[in-house]
C-alpha cells in the first residue's frame, strides 16, 4: 500500500507542478518531441500542451485511465505526436488518430 500511495503522490506532485509551469511554457510553441515526452509521463498531457494548456483544465479522466489501462497511454502518446488538441479519450487503440484541423 506504501508504493501505490507514494506513487500517486509523485504524479499529483507533477502534475501540480505541470499546472503551476503551464502559464510559462504557453508561449514555447508546440513540439511533437515534447508532447510525446508529456504523454508518456502522464496521459493527456500531450494533448494539452498541444493546446497551448487552453483546453480547459488538466485531462484527469485521461490520465487516470492512461495509468491503468496501456492501450490508453499508447494512444494518448500517438495522439499527442499528431498534434491533438482534444482532451476526449479513443477507444479505436489500433486505428490513425485523426489528423489535427489546423
Request: net charge neutral; with cysteine.
Amino acid at each position: 500500500m506504501k508504493k501505490i500511495t507514494s506513487v500517486v503522490a509523485i504524479i499529483l506532485a507533477l502534475v501540480f507542478v505541470l499546472q503551476i509551469t503551464a502559464p510559462t511554457n504557453a508561449n514555447a510553441g508546440k513540439n511533437a518531441a515534447a508532447a510525446a515526452l508529456l504523454s508518456c509521463a502522464i496521459p493527456g498531457a500531450g494533448e494539452w500542451y498541444n493546446s497551448n494548456y487552453t483546453n480547459g483544465s488538466f485531462p484527469w479522466g485521461e490520465c487516470i485511465v492512461g495509468k491503468i489501462c496501456v492501450c490508453f497511454a499508447i494512444s494518448s502518446v500517438f495522439d499527442a505526436v499528431e498534434g491533438d488538441t482534444s482532451s476526449d479519450m479513443r477507444f479505436d487503440f489500433w486505428a490513425v488518430p485523426p489528423k489535427a484541423s489546423q
